[in-house]
């Protein structure tokens, strides 16, 4: 898998090296910092800026590309002993896919599920959430209803947003709890309304009615956790 990007694959060199298979520089580094990078036993290649463009389809890669081993996709049961997790249903926008992933690391949450997709472009959710991916439980699974069933009936009470659900400050919190989000235009369809057992939503200012689901699932995962 190729990626590119300073902060992801920096990220990937303090945390994980051995992960890198070629690191693609082209831009000009402090010759401290070569040296260093070198000492790390990486495998370092200069290329000029139109190579680099051209890897990159264009992308704005900072200078940085890397060839890495890829991204380890868990099993669902991985995340069925957990305490919470959230699930996206139906999130086409891979930034959004990204940032919720880098918001989760973040804030807690034990694993993330990515479900009504039919290809997932990784490498582009590897920088938009700047390498998080690599330190969060990533599970992959088509159909959203196979995946809250299992969660229910592993003692997980579910919450979703809704636009008129429970105000999230004064929701109780389970113990064990999944965070359902919908598409970015059409949230949650009615059938999944009806599996959670919390609707929950954020209290708006000024008539306003909408929020970025990226973002409205970074405010619902810190008033969870």
Do not use: C, W
């Amino acid at each position: 898998m190729l990626i590119y990007g300073k902060q992801p694959i920096y990220y990937l060199i303090e945390k994980y090296p051995q992960r890198i298979e070629t690191l693609y520089i082209a831009k000009e580094l402090d010759k401290k910092e070569y040296s260093r990078l070198t000492r790390m036993g990486l495998n370092l290649k200069r290329i000029p800026n139109e190579a680099a463009q051209k890897m990159a389809k264009s992308g704005n890669h900072q200078g940085f590309l890397a060839d890495i081993d890829g991204v380890e996709i868990k099993p669902l049961e991985k995340l069925l002993n957990k305490d919470f997790v959230v699930i996206l249903s139906g999130i086409t926008d891979v930034g959004n896919i990204g940032a919720i992933i880098r918001s989760a690391y973040a804030l807690g949450v034990d694993g993330v599920v990515v479900s009504g997709i039919k290809h997932l472009n990784l490498e582009t959710i590897v920088r938009s959430s700047s390498g998080a991916i690599f330190d969060t439980n990533l599970v992959i699974v088509q159909n959203v209803f196979d995946v809250v069933n299992d969660f229910k009936t592993s003692g997980f009470d579910l919450y979703g947003a809704v636009m008129d659900g429970t105000n999230i400050n004064t929701a109780r919190i389970s113990d064990k709890r999944a965070l359902v989000l919908g598409n970015e235009s059409e949230g949650l369809s009615n059938r999944l309304v009806g599996k959670l057992d919390h609707p929950v939503s954020i209290e708006m200012a000024h008539g306003f009615d909408s929020l970025n689901v990226s973002v409205a699932g970074a405010i619902l995962m810190d008033r969870m956790r």
